[in-house]
């Protein structure tokens, strides 16, 4: 849209107040069509900035959305995961089995001393006397194991 302005030389030939009062909506005029074609350069701009905005936006998306759908899949599992551990131990009896284990240690410290009990027995054995022992009753057995064959 081009608007020309109004020049001295107007076509009305009317020479009253009306000449200023015209000369003033020409120049107002051409200064509306001045800033409307700063508008439009500017709204040309804003739109060429939101088209790169949205492209790259786009590009984006599409260099990246298959990465984070991944990862967003594997922090699923690792949430389910989770779940399904946290609603086990919510259904573990965790006091009965701190219970259960303070016996087992309390029978493991039984059986402890009992093994040491024994080794201390068998230390205080005299192995040559057992095997003497051995001897003389194999001596004394084997008349009568040759006599029941």
């Known amino acids: 849209m081009s608007v020309k302005p109004i020049t ?14 015209l000369k003033q909506i020409a120049q107002d005029t ?9 508008q439009l ?9 939101t088209a790169f905005l949205t492209a790259l936006m786009l590009f984006a998306f599409l260099l ?9 899949q594997n922090a699923d599992r690792a949430f ?11 259904q573990a009896d965790i006091p009965s089995l701190l219970a259960s284990m303070d016996q087992l240690a309390t029978e ?7 093994i040491q009990k024994t080794a201390e027995v068998l230390e205080n054995i005299d192995m040559d006397q057992l095997n003497q022992a051995i001897a003389d009753l194999q001596k004394a057995v084997s008349p009568l194991a040759k006599l029941f064959g």
């Open 30 to 38: 051409h200064i509306a069509a001045q800033a409307a074609q700063r």
């Open 64 to 72: 990246w959305g298959p990465k984070l759908h991944r990862t967003l």
């Open 8 to 21: 001295n030389s107007l076509p009305i030939s009317y020479e009253g107040e009306g000449l200023p009062l």
């Open 80 to 90: 389910d995961g989770l779940e399904a551990v946290s609603s086990q131990l919510a």
């Open 108 to 114: 493991g410290r039984s059986s402890l001393k009992a």
């Open 41 to 49: 350069l500017f709204s040309k701009i804003r739109l060429g900035l």
